[in-house]
Protein backbone atom coordinates (compact mmCIF):
# COMPACT_ATOMS: atom_id res chain seq x y z
CA UNK A 1 0.00 0.00 0.00
CA UNK A 2 1.45 3.67 -0.57
CA UNK A 3 -0.42 6.11 0.93
CA UNK A 4 -1.72 8.87 -1.51
CA UNK A 5 1.04 12.03 -1.60
CA UNK A 6 1.70 14.99 -4.52
CA UNK A 7 5.27 13.11 -5.21
CA UNK A 8 3.05 9.89 -5.86
CA UNK A 9 0.63 11.17 -7.79
CA UNK A 10 2.05 13.85 -9.86
CA UNK A 11 3.75 11.96 -12.10
CA UNK A 12 0.78 10.12 -13.50
CA UNK A 13 -0.46 13.06 -14.44
CA UNK A 14 2.40 14.66 -16.18
CA UNK A 15 2.34 11.05 -18.07
CA UNK A 16 -1.21 12.20 -18.98
CA UNK A 17 0.01 15.32 -19.99
CA UNK A 18 2.38 13.91 -22.27
CA UNK A 19 0.22 11.32 -23.62
CA UNK A 20 -2.24 14.07 -24.46
CA UNK A 21 -5.09 12.59 -22.39
CA UNK A 22 -7.53 14.64 -21.05
CA UNK A 23 -9.31 12.96 -18.63
CA UNK A 24 -7.31 10.23 -16.42
CA UNK A 25 -9.21 7.58 -13.45
CA UNK A 26 -7.16 6.48 -10.26
CA UNK A 27 -8.86 2.97 -9.60
CA UNK A 28 -6.57 1.54 -6.99
CA UNK A 29 -7.53 -1.90 -5.98
CA UNK A 30 -9.81 -1.95 -2.81
CA UNK A 31 -7.05 -3.69 -0.86
CA UNK A 32 -5.04 -0.36 -0.84
CA UNK A 33 -8.11 1.10 -0.05
CA UNK A 34 -6.14 2.75 3.38
CA UNK A 35 -3.82 4.72 0.94
CA UNK A 36 -6.34 6.53 -0.85
CA UNK A 37 -6.69 10.25 0.03
CA UNK A 38 -9.82 12.62 -1.24
CA UNK A 39 -7.96 15.82 -0.25
CA UNK A 40 -4.56 14.82 -2.04
CA UNK A 41 -6.41 14.02 -5.50
CA UNK A 42 -8.73 17.85 -4.77
CA UNK A 43 -5.59 19.03 -4.48
CA UNK A 44 -3.53 17.25 -7.57
CA UNK A 45 -6.34 18.44 -9.35
CA UNK A 46 -6.07 21.96 -8.13
CA UNK A 47 -2.71 21.77 -9.60
CA UNK A 48 -3.73 19.93 -12.92
CA UNK A 49 -6.60 22.13 -14.03
CA UNK A 50 -6.20 21.40 -17.67
CA UNK A 51 -6.63 17.78 -16.83
CA UNK A 52 -10.00 15.93 -15.27
CA UNK A 53 -8.68 13.54 -12.49
CA UNK A 54 -11.57 11.34 -11.70
CA UNK A 55 -11.36 9.29 -8.21
CA UNK A 56 -12.49 5.67 -8.75
CA UNK A 57 -11.27 2.18 -6.93
CA UNK A 58 -11.48 -1.38 -8.43
CA UNK A 59 -13.65 -3.40 -5.67
CA UNK A 60 -12.78 -7.73 -6.79
CA UNK A 61 -13.70 -10.30 -4.65
CA UNK A 62 -10.93 -10.84 -2.64
CA UNK A 63 -12.25 -13.50 -0.12
CA UNK A 64 -9.89 -12.15 2.81
CA UNK A 65 -9.86 -8.24 2.11
CA UNK A 66 -12.69 -7.08 -0.20
CA UNK A 67 -15.21 -6.92 2.29
CA UNK A 68 -13.26 -4.35 4.44
CA UNK A 69 -13.33 -2.57 0.39
CA UNK A 70 -16.76 -2.64 0.39
CA UNK A 71 -17.57 -0.95 3.63
CA UNK A 72 -14.58 1.63 2.60
CA UNK A 73 -16.78 2.01 -0.53
CA UNK A 74 -20.13 2.57 0.85
CA UNK A 75 -18.87 4.95 3.14
CA UNK A 76 -17.22 6.82 0.91
CA UNK A 77 -19.27 6.36 -1.96
CA UNK A 78 -20.47 10.49 -2.50
CA UNK A 79 -16.59 10.95 -2.99
CA UNK A 80 -15.67 8.78 -5.74
CA UNK A 81 -16.34 8.74 -8.95
CA UNK A 82 -16.51 5.67 -11.01
CA UNK A 83 -16.39 1.95 -8.94
CA UNK A 84 -15.01 -0.84 -11.17
CA UNK A 85 -16.28 -4.61 -10.31
CA UNK A 86 -13.53 -7.54 -10.95
CA UNK A 87 -13.02 -10.85 -10.07
CA UNK A 88 -9.33 -12.21 -9.25
CA UNK A 89 -10.14 -14.82 -7.38
CA UNK A 90 -11.61 -18.35 -8.32
CA UNK A 91 -10.89 -21.28 -5.68
CA UNK A 92 -7.88 -19.98 -3.46
CA UNK A 93 -7.74 -17.00 -1.16
CA UNK A 94 -4.21 -16.87 -1.31
CA UNK A 95 -3.43 -16.13 -5.13
CA UNK A 96 -5.41 -14.03 -6.93
CA UNK A 97 -5.29 -16.40 -10.54
CA UNK A 98 -4.51 -13.84 -12.63
CA UNK A 99 -0.53 -13.64 -11.41
CA UNK A 100 1.65 -14.04 -14.33
CA UNK A 101 2.82 -17.15 -14.57
CA UNK A 102 2.38 -18.51 -11.02
CA UNK A 103 -1.87 -18.36 -11.31
CA UNK A 104 -2.30 -20.51 -14.24
CA UNK A 105 -1.27 -23.97 -11.77
CA UNK A 106 -4.79 -23.21 -10.75
CA UNK A 107 -5.90 -24.52 -13.98
CA UNK A 108 -4.19 -28.08 -14.04
CA UNK A 109 -6.29 -30.79 -13.66
CA UNK A 110 -9.48 -28.81 -13.69
CA UNK A 111 -12.08 -28.58 -16.79
CA UNK A 112 -11.61 -24.89 -18.60
CA UNK A 113 -15.38 -24.61 -19.14
CA UNK A 114 -16.08 -25.48 -15.36
CA UNK A 115 -13.41 -22.40 -14.23
CA UNK A 116 -15.25 -19.92 -16.82
CA UNK A 117 -18.65 -20.94 -15.51
CA UNK A 118 -17.45 -20.10 -12.31
CA UNK A 119 -15.52 -16.94 -13.10
CA UNK A 120 -18.74 -15.79 -14.72
CA UNK A 121 -20.95 -17.25 -11.52
CA UNK A 122 -18.65 -14.99 -9.30
CA UNK A 123 -18.61 -11.78 -11.62
CA UNK A 124 -22.73 -11.61 -11.55
CA UNK A 125 -22.36 -11.93 -7.67
CA UNK A 126 -20.42 -8.76 -7.80
CA UNK A 127 -22.18 -7.05 -9.77
CA UNK A 128 -25.41 -7.78 -7.52
CA UNK A 129 -23.71 -5.79 -4.92
CA UNK A 130 -24.98 -2.76 -6.53
CA UNK A 131 -21.09 -1.22 -5.88
CA UNK A 132 -19.78 -1.08 -9.47
CA UNK A 133 -20.36 1.26 -12.52
CA UNK A 134 -18.16 -0.73 -15.11
CA UNK A 135 -16.67 -4.20 -15.53
CA UNK A 136 -13.05 -4.33 -15.39
CA UNK A 137 -11.50 -7.07 -17.81
CA UNK A 138 -14.78 -9.02 -18.57
CA UNK A 139 -13.06 -11.89 -19.49
CA UNK A 140 -9.83 -11.91 -17.17
CA UNK A 141 -10.04 -15.82 -17.16
CA UNK A 142 -8.36 -16.00 -20.70
CA UNK A 143 -5.46 -14.40 -19.10
CA UNK A 144 -3.00 -17.35 -19.23
CA UNK A 145 -4.41 -18.01 -22.73
CA UNK A 146 -7.33 -21.31 -21.97
CA UNK A 147 -9.97 -21.38 -23.69
CA UNK A 148 -13.56 -22.91 -23.24
CA UNK A 149 -14.02 -25.37 -25.44
CA UNK A 150 -18.00 -25.40 -25.14
CA UNK A 151 -20.12 -22.47 -26.72
CA UNK A 152 -20.42 -20.00 -23.85
CA UNK A 153 -21.98 -17.71 -25.88
CA UNK A 154 -25.23 -18.67 -23.31
CA UNK A 155 -22.77 -17.80 -20.27
CA UNK A 156 -21.46 -14.58 -21.90
CA UNK A 157 -25.05 -13.26 -22.75
CA UNK A 158 -26.41 -13.85 -19.31
CA UNK A 159 -23.76 -12.01 -17.54
CA UNK A 160 -24.17 -8.56 -20.43
CA UNK A 161 -28.08 -8.96 -19.61
CA UNK A 162 -27.00 -8.77 -16.18
CA UNK A 163 -24.81 -5.57 -16.73
CA UNK A 164 -27.60 -4.28 -19.31
CA UNK A 165 -30.25 -4.35 -16.82
CA UNK A 166 -28.36 -2.71 -14.15
CA UNK A 167 -26.93 0.27 -16.50
CA UNK A 168 -23.59 -0.32 -16.23
CA UNK A 169 -20.18 0.05 -18.49
CA UNK A 170 -17.94 -2.13 -19.59
CA UNK A 171 -14.29 -1.44 -19.48
CA UNK A 172 -12.04 -1.52 -22.99
CA UNK A 173 -8.83 -2.59 -21.21
CA UNK A 174 -5.23 -2.58 -23.24
CA UNK A 175 -3.87 -4.29 -20.10
CA UNK A 176 -4.58 -8.07 -22.13
CA UNK A 177 -2.46 -6.85 -24.82
CA UNK A 178 0.75 -7.36 -22.25
CA UNK A 179 -0.64 -10.23 -20.92
CA UNK A 180 0.53 -14.02 -22.36
CA UNK A 181 -3.14 -13.82 -23.75
CA UNK A 182 -1.98 -11.02 -26.17
CA UNK A 183 -5.28 -10.22 -26.52
CA UNK A 184 -8.08 -6.83 -25.85
CA UNK A 185 -10.24 -7.25 -22.25
CA UNK A 186 -13.02 -8.45 -23.76
CA UNK A 187 -12.80 -10.03 -27.07
CA UNK A 188 -14.21 -8.97 -29.81
CA UNK A 189 -16.80 -11.20 -29.38
CA UNK A 190 -17.68 -10.04 -26.36
CA UNK A 191 -17.44 -6.24 -27.40
CA UNK A 192 -19.98 -7.13 -30.23
CA UNK A 193 -22.59 -8.83 -27.91
CA UNK A 194 -22.34 -6.18 -25.71
CA UNK A 195 -22.83 -3.71 -28.59
CA UNK A 196 -26.16 -5.46 -29.66
CA UNK A 197 -27.40 -4.76 -26.00
CA UNK A 198 -26.57 -1.15 -26.04
CA UNK A 199 -24.05 -1.48 -23.67
CA UNK A 200 -21.59 1.81 -23.39
CA UNK A 201 -17.66 1.60 -22.85
CA UNK A 202 -15.47 2.74 -20.72
CA UNK A 203 -11.44 2.67 -21.53
CA UNK A 204 -8.56 1.37 -19.45
CA UNK A 205 -5.07 0.34 -19.44
CA UNK A 206 -5.23 -0.59 -16.31
CA UNK A 207 -1.73 0.79 -15.34
CA UNK A 208 0.16 -0.31 -12.61
CA UNK A 209 2.94 2.59 -12.94
CA UNK A 210 2.32 5.83 -14.53
CA UNK A 211 4.65 4.72 -17.46
CA UNK A 212 1.94 1.80 -18.27
CA UNK A 213 -0.81 4.87 -19.05
CA UNK A 214 -2.55 4.80 -21.79
CA UNK A 215 -0.54 2.12 -23.10
CA UNK A 216 -1.50 0.80 -26.86
CA UNK A 217 -4.40 3.60 -27.01
CA UNK A 218 -3.03 4.00 -30.67
CA UNK A 219 -3.74 0.30 -30.97
CA UNK A 220 -7.18 0.74 -29.08
CA UNK A 221 -8.65 3.26 -31.34
CA UNK A 222 -7.85 1.63 -34.22
CA UNK A 223 -10.03 -1.72 -32.87
CA UNK A 224 -12.78 0.68 -31.45
CA UNK A 225 -13.14 2.10 -35.03
CA UNK A 226 -12.98 -1.16 -36.87
CA UNK A 227 -15.62 -2.59 -34.32
CA UNK A 228 -17.56 0.38 -35.11
CA UNK A 229 -17.51 2.12 -31.43
CA UNK A 230 -18.48 5.88 -32.05
CA UNK A 231 -18.59 6.83 -28.00
CA UNK A 232 -17.55 5.82 -24.79
CA UNK A 233 -18.50 6.81 -21.22
CA UNK A 234 -17.18 8.63 -18.48
CA UNK A 235 -18.63 9.27 -14.77
CA UNK A 236 -18.50 11.89 -12.18
CA UNK A 237 -19.68 10.74 -8.80
CA UNK A 238 -20.87 7.77 -10.50
CA UNK A 239 -23.03 9.68 -13.22
CA UNK A 240 -22.43 8.80 -16.72
CA UNK A 241 -22.07 11.18 -19.67
CA UNK A 242 -21.51 9.55 -23.29
CA UNK A 243 -18.37 11.39 -24.99
CA UNK A 244 -18.58 11.01 -29.00
CA UNK A 245 -14.96 9.90 -30.58
CA UNK A 246 -14.04 12.22 -32.53
CA UNK A 247 -12.50 9.87 -35.93
ZN1 LIG B 1 -8.09 -6.00 -11.99
Redesign the pocket.
Known amino acids: MQRYTQELLQPWADSARRLRLKDIAFTD ?1 DRYHTGIDFDEIDRLRERNPDLQIRAGI ?1 L ?1 NDPIHSPAGRKWIEKNWDKLDFVLG ?1 V ?1 FLGRADQMF ?1 SVPDGAAQFEGRKVDDMYADYFRRLRELIATGLVDSL ?2 LD ?1 IKIHGHRPTADIGTLISETLEFIRVRNLAVELSTAGWRKPVKELYPSDSIIKLAMGKEIQFTTAS ?1 AHSHAQLGENFVNLAHKMAEIGIRQVCIFEKHKRAEVPLQL
Open positions: HEDSHDAHLD
